[in-house]
């Protein structure tokens, strides 16, 4: 603004917008824009993915399996997961299909009070997530870790749904969703990275909303 020119109520508070980053997007505020990844629309609904295998895993029947390079394998029934401390976890989704859910309300076991448990060898640098329908993902074991990881056996107070995973999946929020097994019974740790079902049909060894790593080369 030059000296001349008044500054009019117009101008003033088009002045704030731009200070406070409002209308970037001409719909967004910039508060929204940072809480939404590149590429990405919001759902209020949750949308059901998988590859059509929805496995009926009874909790008698059901055990987590850690394998790999940890100095504490071993298989966890129902009831020993339930002994763990339970935590609870919000966080937003982002699916690779460009959907996002925000406000997911998770409980379960944090995936650190897990690997405090296991005790991850020192060499160990990646996970492996093998699920009851033969689905399988990679992630690096920093990201597994997150904070706000949580093998979730509750959605929004009640038991997880067969649909989406239950009796138990992994939520690791800050990747696109294809990383978050449904199902989960297996974790192995890995020195080296190995790729999983969607990472060996072309898409991203990490899968970072934040970067859009969606497909390997991204
Ligand atoms: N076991 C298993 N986990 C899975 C999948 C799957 O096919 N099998 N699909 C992944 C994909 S691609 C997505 S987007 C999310 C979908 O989870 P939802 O159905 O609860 O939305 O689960 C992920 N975890
Ligand atoms: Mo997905």
């Not at 970037?24 to 295998?53: C, F, I, M, S, Y």
């Not at 074991?141 to 009796?167: C, V, Y």
């Not at 990383?179 to 899968?207: P, V």
């Amino acid at each position: 603004m030059t000296d001349e020119t008044p500054e009019t109520k117009l101008t003033a508070s088009k002045r704030r917008w731009a200070e406070q980053g409002r209308f970037l997007t001409g719909k967004l505020t910039r508060a929204e824009t940072d809480r939404l990844p590149p590429g990405q629309h919001l759902v209020k609904n949750w949308p059901v993915l998988d590859l059509g295998q929805q496995p009926r895993i009874q909790t008698t029947e059901w055990a987590l399996q850690i394998i790999g390079a940890v100095e504490n394998p071993m298989k966890l029934d129902w009831d020993a997961f339930h002994r763990l401390p339970q935590s609870n976890r919000l966080s937003d989704i982002h699916c690779v299909t460009t959907w996002s859910r925000y406000d997911n309300r998770w409980q379960g076991v944090s995936t650190r009070d897990l690997l405090d448990l296991v005790m991850p060898a020192p060499e160990a640098r990646f996970v492996m997530l093998t699920s009851y329908d033969g689905y399988t993902t990679n992630l690096p074991l920093d990201d597994f870790a997150s904070e706000n990881g949580i093998l979730a056996t509750a959605w929004e107070g009640e038991p997880l749904t067969r649909d989406h995973g239950g009796p138990m999946r992994l939520v690791i929020p800050h990747l696109y969703f294809w990383k978050s097994a449904k199902w989960l019974r297996r974790i192995e740790f890995l020195l080296g990275d190995q790729a999983g079902f969607w990472e060996r049909n072309g898409y991203h060894m990490l899968g970072d909303p934040w970067r859009e790593q969606r497909y390997s080369g991204d």
